[in-house]
Nanobody
């Protein structure tokens, strides 16, 4: 079955960086678009970034220029490089395959 396991979250100060990873298994990773979403306390889950099977990327306006999504098809792994983090980036970050979600990883931006 499909498994998506996120890692790399943690506590970081404003202006800092984190890199999230999502290890995927149970499907042909290279054939599908992959995405990152996030959910802050008391808010709905929202789109962050996506990458197509061919490498085309798309970003939410709130993260454009600060976050970079990438994929390594040889390693079946999705990444999210997050720079210049802000307190409003605090959320649980989820990896999404077409029909499945990971369990999420907490990112907290605070001084």
């Amino acid at each position: 079955q499909v498994q998506l396991v996120e890692s790399g979250g943690g506590l970081v100060q404003p202006g800092g960086s984190l890199k999230l990873s999502c290890a995927a298994s149970g499907f042909t990773f290279s054939s599908y678009a992959m995405s990152w979403y996030r959910q802050a306390p008391g808010k709905e889950r929202e789109f962050v970034a996506s990458v197509s099977s061919g490498g085309r990327t798309n970003y939410a306006d709130s993260v454009k220029g600060r976050f970079t999504i990438s994929r390594d098809n040889a390693r079946n792994t999705l990444y999210l490089q997050m720079n210049d983090l802000k307190s409003e980036d605090t959320a649980v970050y989820y990896c999404k395959a077409p029909y499945d979600w990971g369990q999420g990883t907490q990112v907290t931006v605070s001084s």
